[in-house]
């Protein structure tokens, strides 16, 4: 039987097979006894052991440390990606973020929240940075941001300016390139919504198109929706300043926040 045979039978994606298949992603004891269920496996002994060794083997990840994280599927995927395209409108996006604007990105769209549960959310953002500055370095990091993101004075002018001069700091870095698309363009497909492209080391493992809602996230798989968001981000490609333009451009709103 095919990954995607399997996956059609147990109504899941083909990722979620191959990633089980190849021991990186935990599965659970459901997974095992449905999979038991479509492999034909009737020896309840043999099928009582897998389910053991499936209960021992479940390892939480590093962020469930952190307790009320409500995008713990996503940062599984950041965590396993090869490479990642984004595209943000209104905030630097959350891998390249200071502490300081971390903390006032978290505290101004989430205004209910808890100093103590603001904090935590903030540790987790920067844990995740270790895909920037760790050994497990993402092979590929391609970021494309609206002028917006660069006048937006999220946390005050300091905190502004240090954000934006580590952005052309860690622009510099040979995995990661950075643009950015001027006003000037005028309108550009990226204003209908913020959106991110994960790849994945395993050629049989989907890309994966994330949204980040605010009550829920949404993941898309399908061939014909990866292909038209990667279209899509090459539009926005296109219309966004070079690396080098754009580096200068974040530069020149750096300093202006200095004054």
């Known amino acids: 039987m095919t990954a995607e045979e399997v996956a059609g039978r147990l109504m899941v994606s083909q990722s979620k097979i191959s990633r089980l298949e190849n021991g990186r992603r935990s599965i659970s004891q459901r997974d095992v006894r449905d999979l038991c269920d479509v492999y034909e496996v009737d020896d309840e002994r043999v099928r009582a052991g897998l389910m053991e060794m499936a209960r021992e083997s479940r390892q939480r990840g590093w962020w469930h440390e952190f307790g009320d994280i409500p995008y713990s599927v996503y940062i599984g995927l950041e965590a396993e990606a090869s490479s990642i395209r984004a595209y943000e409108s209104s905030f630097v996006p959350g891998l390249l973020q200071t502490r300081a604007y971390a903390e006032a990105v978290v505290a101004g769209t989430q205004p209910d929240t808890e100093p103590s549960a603001i904090k935590r959310r903030v540790d987790v953002r920067l844990k995740r940075q270790h895909r920037i500055y760790g050994e497990d370095q993402l092979g590929s990091l391609w970021v494309v941001i609206d002028e917006a993101v660069l006048t937006r004075r999220v946390g005050g002018p300091e905190v502004m300016a240090e954000q934006l001069f580590q952005l052309v700091e860690l622009g510099e870095r040979p995995n990661i390139n950075l643009q950015v698309i001027p006003f000037s363009h005028g309108a550009h497909p990226g ?44 539009h926005l490609r296109a219309a966004a300043l070079s690396v080098a333009e754009s580096r200068s451009l974040i530069h020149s709103y750096g300093e202006g926040f200095m004054k």
């Open 191 to 234: 204003m209908t919504g913020t959106f991110s492209l994960m790849e994945f080391p395993e050629s049989a493992d989907s890309t994966v198109v994330y949204f980040e809602g605010v009550t829920s996230d949404l993941y898309l798989e399908k061939d014909a929706d990866v292909r038209r968001y990667t279209n899509l981000y090459d």
